[in-house]
């Protein structure tokens, strides 16, 4: 059988059966839909836990007793350090006027307070290539065992408990990545379960005509390999529509400004459509099976 | 004397039973011989359809062994029975016709299966067509003809790839007597060709006056 009878009769069944093969288009579309949906979500969650930590960096107080010769040098070593991207020295001075303008109008409780209370420090900017919660923690006990520094504080606090809440929103993901796969897998089975049936008759005559296996599973096949790419195709289509949607919402929000939503990543996107064609098949191939008995 | 090299379809001690008490036939020795047609008849029942059905593989028997044209049926596996069925033309009583194909598709079918090329396809099924004097309703469909239309479509279909054996399953069973005449016709021309044919019937006047040999199906057993 060549493959371009295979496929002339696939488009002939496609265009006779065109409501069921509709249906079962679209049952897969809502599916990855609503996978294809929460992916997005975790992605941007995990795209902003990661842009958050990079962001908040570190901050290194010097002991009070550090003379300021050593400052350039400490400077020097810090901006050696390949997980660093970028350091700032703030003296005591400039964190006490910091201190002041976050005050506004309560600087007075400052009024008699000695400028230089506060230590001088280094604002640290991590490479956000570089970045992962382990490698900071490490350089933030490294930096801390310097004789010069008193203390290295980063909003570990935070980054952990974001690191914990975008854990459980994988797991959350999985979780219904897998009920929606498997879901899809009953509901897609069964629809072409529902095609083969209704085309049962039609199937007996093809096999007492001498059809192989091949002949008889070929159309089924490719239509299943074009409702699993159409399906998964279209619903990756919505998804992306609303993506630009909140984009162009962001863009005009001074309140999102700045969070940078992402699209799925285009491997998992590729992942997500292959997934779906190989469903779609499998499904039919499971669905065929008593049909191709003699 | 039964022997593998003169005949085209043998049964030996051939056995059918669903269960202990429902046993089609059992102990049947049968030869056909190349170019023959042969009347299988025998009352309702009688298990000419069973026996059918095992020739082109839609069943296996329960004992015994059958060879079609020199094939032994109980070694051929699954993959391999489309290839048989391609030397085997069926026709059946309710014609068997696809309702959503074109007359012109549903004889395209037995040429598709076998890869024959569309413009040697559509030339092969016109020919076949003007022979069972259809050529006019290539693009119609079944239920827009007659009954003896619809007959002629189905034994279009079984003899276009020019099969060795044709197997027709009660084929006049629904056709009147003008129509059953024709159908008669058709099959003594493929005959007449060398198609070896197997003609399941319960209607004795098809044979009344014929030459041909009538295998009487009774009671599970051949009486000749």
Not at chain 1, 186 to 196: A, D, E, M, Q
Request: contains cysteine; hydrophobic residues 45%; neutral net charge.
């Amino acid at each position: 059988m060549t493959l371009a009878i295979l496929c002339r009769r696939a488009f002939s069944d496609l265009r006779q059966n065109f409501c069921a093969q509709l249906i079962t288009t679209m049952v897969v579309s809502l599916s990855i839909l609503i996978f294809a949906f929460f992916t997005l979500l975790y992605f941007n969650l995990q795209h902003f836990v990661d842009r958050l930590g990079a962001e908040l960096g570190l901050v290194v107080f010097l002991s009070e007793d550090t003379p300021k010769d050593r400052i350039p040098s400490l400077y020097q070593k810090l901006t050696g350090l390949s997980e660093v991207e970028k350091v700032t020295y703030i003296s005591s001075e400039e964190a006490f006027g910091r201190l002041e303008k976050f005050l506004k109008d309560e600087k007075e409780v400052l009024e008699g307070v000695d400028p230089r209370f506060l230590p001088p420090s280094f604002e640290i900017q991590v490479n956000r290539a570089m970045f992962q919660l382990k490698r900071i923690k490490q350089l933030a006990g490294e930096i801390d065992k310097w004789p010069e520094v008193s203390k290295v504080q980063f909003g570990q606090e935070w980054i952990d408990r974001l690191y914990v809440f975008s854990g459980l929103v994988r797991t959350i993901v999985a979780i219904i990545g897998l009920l929606l796969l498997f879901t899809a897998a009953f509901v897609v089975t069964n629809t072409i379960k529902l095609t083969v049936y209704a085309r049962q008759e039609e199937l007996k005559i093809i096999r007492l005509v001498g059809a192989t296996n091949i002949f008889i599973q070929g159309p089924f096949l490719v239509e299943a390999f074009l409702q699993g790419l159409m399906g998964s195709s279209l619903a990756l289509g919505v998804v992306f529509a609303c993506f630009r949607f909140f984009q162009g919402i962001e863009a005009k929000s001074e309140l999102l400004r700045g969070v940078n939503i992402c699209f799925i990543p285009w491997q998992y996107t590729v992942a997500i459509i292959a997934s779906s064609v190989l469903l779609c098949v499998l499904g039919t191939a499971l669905a065929m099976r008593r049909s191709l008995r003699l | 004397m039964i022997s593998i090299e003169s005949s085209i379809i043998l049964l030996k001690d051939v056995s059918k039973k669903y269960s202990t008490d429902n046993v089609v036939f059992s102990g049947i020795d049968l030869e056909i011989e190349k170019g023959e047609f042969v009347f299988l008849t025998g009352p309702s029942g009688a298990g000419k359809s069973t026996m059918l059905r095992i020739l082109f593989c839609a069943e296996r028997p329960t004992s015994g062994e059958v060879w079609v044209d020199g094939v032994t049926l109980s070694s051929l596996s699954n993959a391999q029975v489309p290839y048989l069925r391609r030397k085997i033309g069926v026709i059946f009583q309710d014609f068997k016709l696809l309702s959503n194909y074109t007359i012109f598709d549903n004889v395209a079918l037995s040429l598709e299966v076998i890869g024959l090329g569309k413009k040697q396809a559509e030339q092969r099924i016109m020919q076949i067509l003007e022979g069972v004097g259809l050529a006019g309703k290539t693009s119609h469909y079944p239920l827009q003809l007659s009954g003896g239309e619809q007959q002629r479509v189905a034994i279009a279909r079984a003899v276009v790839n020019r099969p060795s054996i044709i197997l027709a399953d009660e084929p006049t069973g629904n056709l009147d007597l003008q129509r059953t005449e024709e159908v008669i016709m058709l099959m003594e021309e493929l005959n007449a060709r060398g198609a070896t044919i197997i003609f399941a019937t319960h209607d004795d006047r098809l044979f009344e006056n014929t030459h041909r040999r009538v295998i009487r199906l009774f009671n599970g057993r051949i009486r000749i």
